[in-house]
């Protein structure tokens, strides 16, 4: 049973920093891509950040780049995303996701496995 799932969200003012994880279990884990996607309060959910497999290619929105960085530690089965400078607009719940296949992805049909999510806030 494929489990994904996210930690490290919470409150923080504008500013901040916060490390989000998420831990994979049930998979081979090095044959994914992985992705992390947001869900602000009453908007669709919006592309962040992907990795491939090996962790060499990276993919970042345009409007976090610069700001956030995902990775991603095959030993350990987790990726990560480091936010720092975080704006009050950064707030939404966080997903992670999984994707078999060649290429990391930015769209939420291209994955094949979901976490349930992490709230981050961001107060100004």
């Known amino acids: 049973q494929v489990q994904l799932v996210e930690s490290g969200g919470g409150l923080v003012q504008a500013g901040g920093s916060l490390r989000l994880s998420c831990a994979a279990s049930?998979?081979?884990?090095?044959?994914?891509?992985m992705g992390w996607f947001r869900q602000p309060p009453g908007k669709e959910r919006e592309f962040v950040a992907a990795?491939?497999?090996?962790?060499?290619?990276?993919i970042h929105a345009d409007s976090v780049k610069g700001r956030f960085t995902i990775s991603r530690d095959n030993a350990k089965n987790t990726v990560y995303l480091q936010m720092n400078s975080l704006k009050p607009e950064d707030t939404a719940v966080y997903y992670c996701?999984?994707?078999?296949?060649?290429?990391?992805?930015?769209?939420?049909?291209?994955?094949?496995?979901w976490g349930q999510g992490t709230q981050v806030t961001v107060s100004s």
């Open positions: 996701a999984a994707g078999l296949g060649t290429m990391s992805s930015m769209r939420p049909d291209d994955y094949n496995y």
């Open positions: 049930g998979l081979p884990f090095s044959y994914y891509y």
């Open positions: 990795i491939s497999q090996s962790g060499g290619r990276t």
